[in-house]
């Protein structure tokens, strides 16, 4: 997933998040995580 993180203020925002199957992640919440930690570098 190639993500970039912006910040225009107090708005923090990730673009070039893809979809996922259902099953590959337990809950949207996870998701989200994993997009982060992808987009600042923590996991690949």
Do not use: I, P
């Amino acid at each position: 997933m190639n993500t970039t993180v912006y910040r225009e203020g107090d708005r923090v925002w990730l673009e070039g998040v893809t979809g996922w199957f259902c099953r590959a992640k337990e809950s949207s919440v996870h998701a989200a995580q994993e997009a982060v930690m992808v987009a600042k570098g923590r996991v690949g």
